[in-house]
């Protein structure tokens, strides 16, 4: 096993990520800090090959954060198509408010900022922060921790926040281009340093002290997944996928499209209220009609801090 240098990694992970930098729609044009932060939103939970198949149709229908502020809850639900876990639909158009009531429809460049926007955590913040802006940050999610762990410790990432993972990552972390580093390391950790690691076909392998120690074998971290068949999170998926296609609905009416028991699809009706998801309408459920007209509390403007969100600064095609 080579010693660990920094700055071969990063070489060695660059080559790696090179000719697969562009197999996704958010990563194909110049950087539009609006799209980055819907992607981000997007994939947290759901595997990007699903997003991909999500992501154009929805920044054609929403292409800036003024589109999406002015549009009504219902018309960004049925937007979201199947990608499911609906309150990101939801916390993404409430931050698009934010966006253009509080930040003249730009989307900030400060972390701290960012973490204050509905639906954004420690981690897509860092990300949008890096990819958007070259912030020097390190987006740690499940992957980039397990790759780091690996590589740099030599063991499998403990359950919860261990500092000296986010020391090591912020070793390798490529200054001169984070962005591109986070995303890469989050393919890498999502394609091939996976629970059960393809370590042949690995650009850290000569370096990785997981496998230098003969521990690459299958991740004791790794969870069984829920299933998903009959989950609530398949109901309350059904019940908006119905409810896209028609006005109004019914208890019954839901049940019949969904196949679903009547008990089941009020449990799930009366979470989706909560959520903000659905609204009651006497003995009918719909999705939020509702428009509203958010205005700036400042003139939008460029600055060191913001980039414009207009659709036209995005490339087409």
Excluded at 63 to 86: F, I, K, M, Q, T
Excluded at 116 to 130: D, K
Excluded at 219 to 230: H, L, V
Excluded at 275 to 290: K, M, N, Q, T, Y
Aim: some cysteine; overall charge positive; proline content about 7%.
């Amino acid at each position: 096993m080579t010693a660990l240098e920094p700055s071969r990694l990063r070489l060695a992970l660059r080559a790696w990520y090179r000719p697969r930098r562009d197999r996704y729609p958010w990563r194909r044009d110049a950087v539009d800090p609006y799209a980055v932060l819907v992607s981000e939103v997007m994939l947290q939970q759901t595997q990007a090959a699903r997003v991909a198949s999500a992501f154009d149709g929805f920044l054609y229908r929403f292409p800036d954060a003024s589109s999406l502020a002015a549009a009504s809850r219902g018309e960004v639900l049925r937007e979201w198509a199947d990608l499911g876990y609906h309150r990101r639909a939801v916390a993404l158009h409430e931050a698009a408010r934010i966006i253009v009531r509080t930040h003249g429809g730009t989307v900030p460049r400060d972390p701290a900022a960012l973490r204050r926007l509905p639906g954004v955590g420690p981690y897509t913040a860092s990300a949008v922060a890096a990819i958007a802006f070259g912030r020097p940050l390190v987006a740690m999610d499940v992957n980039v921790r397990r790759v780091t762990s690996r590589v740099v410790l030599g063991d499998e990432p403990e359950d919860g926040h261990d500092p000296q993972i986010g020391a090591a990552a912020r070793l390798l972390l490529d200054r001169r281009d984070p962005g591109a580093w986070n995303q890469a390391m989050m393919d890498l950790g999502r394609e091939v340093c996976r629970p059960t690691p393809r370590c042949e076909v690995c650009p850290f392998r000569r370096w990785c002290r997981y496998r230098g120690a003969g521990r690459n074998r299958r991740s004791t971290a790794a969870q069984k997944q829920q299933p998903f068949e009959g989950s609530n999170r398949q109901v309350r998926g059904r019940i908006v996928a119905a409810l896209r296609e028609r006005p109004s609905a019914g208890l019954s009416g839901l049940a019949a499209a969904t196949g679903f028991a009547v008990g089941r699809i009020e449990s799930a009706v009366d979470g989706l209220i909560r959520d903000g998801i659905v609204e009651r309408r006497g003995r009918s459920f719909r999705l939020p009609a509702e428009r509203s007209v958010v205005r700036s509390e400042r003139e939008p403007e460029r600055s060191s801090d913001s980039i414009s969100l207009s659709a036209a600064t995005r490339p087409k095609g």
